[in-house]
């Protein structure tokens, strides 16, 4: 019933930035973590960035000191700011997250995917 919506990807030029963000809507939820995942041809999947509600975070070595990973918490939204954009951040981008369903009836966990969004960069 959670459902996680992207935005953000495009077409940019090599030193550029781009925000991309994912929206989890639903009813009866809350956030555990949520986080970014890439993938491009040939190569293995990667995480990117992740935050929880606790505020931490995490960046990979690929990412750390052009990226920043936040969340609006009042929105359920995840925003990523990638900086000075290389080829090989070219990628499909995935959402993921885990939620807590809070009905009274169906209460569990679940992990989430966003259908992904493509970042191209290229000159």
């Known amino acids: 019933q959670v459902q996680l919506a992207e935005s953000g990807g495009g077409f940019v030029q090599p030193g550029g930035s781009l925000r991309l963000s994912c929206a989890a809507s639903?009813?009866?939820?809350?956030?555990?973590?949520m986080g970014w995942y890439r993938q491009a041809p040939g190569k293995p999947r990667e995480l990117v960035a992740s935050t929880n509600t606790g505020d931490n975070t995490y960046l990979a070595e690929s990412v750390k000191g052009r990226g920043t990973i936040s969340m609006d918490k009042t929105k359920n939204t995840m925003y990523l700011q990638l900086n000075s954009l290389k080829p090989e951040d070219t990628a499909v981008y995935y959402c993921?997250?885990?939620?807590?369903?809070?009905?009274?009836?169906?209460?569990?966990?679940?992990?989430?995917w966003g259908p992904g969004t493509q970042v191209t960069v290229s000159s």
């Open positions: 993921i997250a885990e939620v807590q369903i809070t009905s009274s009836t169906a209460q569990a966990r679940d992990v989430v």
């Open positions: 639903g009813h009866a939820f809350r956030i555990n973590l």
